[in-house]
Antibody, heavy 118, light 110 residues
Framework: EVQLVESGGGLVQPGGSLRLSCVAS????????MDWVRQAPGKGLEWVGR??????????EYAASVKGRFTISRDESQNSIYLQMNSLKSEDTAVYYC?????????WGQGTLVTVSS | QTVVTQEPSFSVSPGGTVTLTCGLS?????????PSWYQQTPGQAPRALIY???KRSSGVPNRFSGSILGSKAALTITGALADDESDYYC??????????FGGGTKVTVL
């Protein structure tokens, strides 16, 4: 059974940084495209970014709202993917989900809450 | 900036059929957008229903089906149950490894 577990959320001040982790079991992450998706309180889903698979060199793309501030990376030895978030703003407050290929072979984690507030 | 459009809300009677749509502010949705559909109830993670236009995720009953109808992607619920009362989101692949979600449709079963 595929399982994705996110961690690393919490309270951070505006302008601060946070790194979210997503560890996988039941699948080898290197084989898969992976997405990060977020949901602000009471709002809809927003695609944040994507990391392609190892065969396509782990290329990354980001939504305009986070480009230049967020970075996706992977650790093959840990079968994990990360979302480094810098220069955080109040509007980044959301539950963040990691997911395998949201349009191709979807499997999602349960999410981790990030709150940006002073 | 491309906007993905969904109906804000829909009401269906128990046992009835409802079709939700997912369009683009500019242009038509095609299978090349790999339209996918998610169901979400409050406090829960999204559940994948349909991916790549019409492929049903594991465990999803066959009363949920996906298609392209005209210029839009569509999710049809046949024989609606009370448990189907949820928010439904579509997502479209926009090329260049980017995707965009629609604003969601709130479905009420009554």
């Amino acid at each position: 059974e595929v399982q994705l577990v996110e961690s690393g959320g919490g309270l951070v001040q505006p302008g601060g940084s946070l790194r979210l982790s997503c560890v996988a079991s039941g699948l080898i992450l290197t084989d898969h495209y992976m997405d990060w998706v977020r949901q602000a309180p009471g709002k809809g889903l927003e695609w944040v970014g994507r990391s392609t698979n190892k065969a396509t060199s782990y290329t990354t793309e980001y939504a305009a709202s986070v480009k230049g501030r967020f970075t996706i990376s992977r650790d093959e030895s840990q079968n994990s993917i990360y979302l480094q978030m810098n220069s955080l703003k109040s509007e980044d407050t959301a539950v963040y989900y990691c997911a395998r290929d949201i349009v191709g072979a979807p499997s999602w984690g349960q999410g981790t809450l990030v709150t940006v507030s002073s | 900036q491309t906007v993905v459009t969904q109906e804000p809300s829909f009401s269906v009677s128990p046992g009835g059929t409802v079709t939700l749509t997912c369009g683009l502010s500019s242009g038509s949705v095609s299978t090349r957008n790999y339209p996918s559909w998610y169901q979400q109830t409050p406090g829960q993670a999204p559940r994948a229903l349909i991916y790549n236009t019409n492929k049903r995720s594991s465990g999803v009953p066959n009363r949920f089906s996906g298609s392209i109808l005209g210029s839009k992607a569509a999710l049809t619920i046949t024989g609606a149950l009370a448990d189907d009362e949820s928010d439904y989101y579509c997502v479209l692949y926009m090329g260049g490894d980017t995707s965009v979600f629609g604003g969601g449709t709130k479905v009420t079963v009554l």
